[in-house]
């Protein structure tokens, strides 16, 4: 992010902030996902998204400080701007915005139950369970070296002019794993709450019929099968790589990092690494 740019969001927030903070107290029963980036909450979501009782829709930042793209949001749940604009003026605080998106949507989808993926959700669990204290959190975690491999391949996101712009900015290894851990330790806070939940992705991917039916258990979900059948797009196109469940990404790290970088990834996050239980290389 560029000067410009955290001048600019630093400025939203601090419009936003007495919106955000307003008190409010909410009785749904909401499913909030986060973690490190490219830890596989994207496939969550996709996953939960098959379930007949839940609508879990693109990422969408509402639950965020001063990181709500109206324009984006729009587009994504194909909702109209001016609807999503009247929601967000008729609200008296973001909290009372986040529960009018939410029975917009679940409305939309004919769901009972609405689940929102952004991974920086894990940054913001004080607010929201202050706010929501109803709702569940299924915090994902994933081995930290293999985030860093995916990291430094995904273009980050950015907003020009109301638009979502996509562009590769590689940053230091180390800036990478850093974030790894302060968003793990971060999530990690709430471990001894009842509505934390937490999901590894090497377990989701290797047994996920087992690890999912025990995720919607503690959440207080049926299992349903349809979890687990990829939908196929409209017209026999190929399904989205995100809806494919499979271990072939675990362990990359061994031959995607060099010596030199695993030594220096295990150096910042060594100690985490091993508190989480992964092996250490």
Same mark, same amino acid.
């Given at each position: ?38 830890? $596989? ?32 949001? =729009?587009?994504? #749940? ?20 986040? !529960? ?9 989808? +004919?769901?009972?139950?609405? /689940? ?9 669990? !004080?607010?929201?369970? @202050? ?12 081995? +930290? ?10 273009? @980050?996101?950015?907003?020009?002019? +109301?638009?979502?712009?996509? @562009? ?7 800036? #990478? /794993? ?8 971060? +999530? ?12 590894? #992705? ?6 996920? @019929? ?13 299992? !349903? ?15 989205? /790589? ?26 910042? /996050? $060594? ?8 092996? =250490?290389?």
């Amino acid at each position: 992010m560029s000067l410009v740019e955290r001048l600019q969001h630093r400025a939203t927030r601090l419009r936003q902030r007495p919106w955000r903070n307003r008190a409010y107290r909410s009785t749904e029963s909401h499913l909030i996902i986060g973690g490190a980036p490219r830890s $596989g909450t994207t496939l969550l979501r996709r996953v939960l998204d098959r379930h007949p009782g839940i609508c879990c829709g693109p990422e969408s930042s509402i639950l965020l400080p001063g990181a709500f793209h109206v324009s984006s949001v =729009a587009k994504a #749940y194909k909702l109209p701007e001016a609807d999503l604009e009247a929601m967000l003026a008729s609200s008296a605080s973001q909290g009372a915005f986040v !529960d009018a998106f939410a029975t917009s949507y679940r409305a939309q989808r +004919g769901r009972p139950r609405w /689940a929102e993926k952004t991974p920086l959700n894990i940054q913001s669990l !004080d607010w929201i369970l @202050e706010r929501f204290p109803e709702a569940q959190v299924i915090h994902v975690i994933r081995d +930290g070296r293999d985030v860093v491999c995916s990291m430094r391949q995904h273009p @980050e996101r950015r907003w020009v002019d +109301g638009e979502e712009v996509r @562009e590769m900015r590689p940053r230091p290894i180390a800036e #990478y /794993a850093h974030r790894w851990v302060r968003d793990v330790r971060e +999530g990690r806070r709430f471990r001894d709450d009842p509505r934390y939940h937490e999901l590894r #992705y090497e377990a989701f991917v290797s047994d996920p @019929e087992r690890v999912l039916g025990e995720l919607l258990a503690s959440v207080g979900e049926a299992w !349903d099968p349809a979890v687990l059948v990829e939908k196929v797009p409209r017209g026999g196109r190929k399904a989205h /790589a995100n809806t494919a469940i499979t271990p072939r990404s675990v362990g990359r790290w061994r031959t995607d990092l060099t010596a030199a970088e695993r030594a220096e990834v295990s150096a910042i /996050a $060594g100690p985490l690494l091993a508190e989480l239980g992964y092996e =250490a290389g």
